[in-house]
């Protein structure tokens, strides 16, 4: 799946928003077990006056569970 948004305060929106992606999957390995992997870029456009590129802001999150 991919999630996107924006984000920004209210006063000087134009000046500070950004727009982060996310990509993530979920796999299901037997009887309710299941992992869930996501990739997050914080800021791929917007920013305002930054000298950070797209990937500089990232995360990865997994997880892991199981259903009874």
């Known amino acids: 799946g991919v999630q996107t948004g924006v984000a920004a305060p209210v006063d000087g929106f134009a000046d500070a928003y950004r ?3 996310a990509v993530m999957g979920n796999y ?14 914080d ?10 590129n ?3 802001a990232r995360s990865v999150t997994l997880t892991l569970g199981m259903v009874r």
């Open 43 to 52: 800021r791929v456009a917007g920013g305002g006056a930054s000298d950070m």
């Open 28 to 41: 299901t390995f037997a009887a309710g077990m299941f992992a869930n992997l996501a990739l997050s870029l």
């Open 19 to 21: 727009v982060p992606v």
């Open 54 to 56: 797209a990937t500089d």
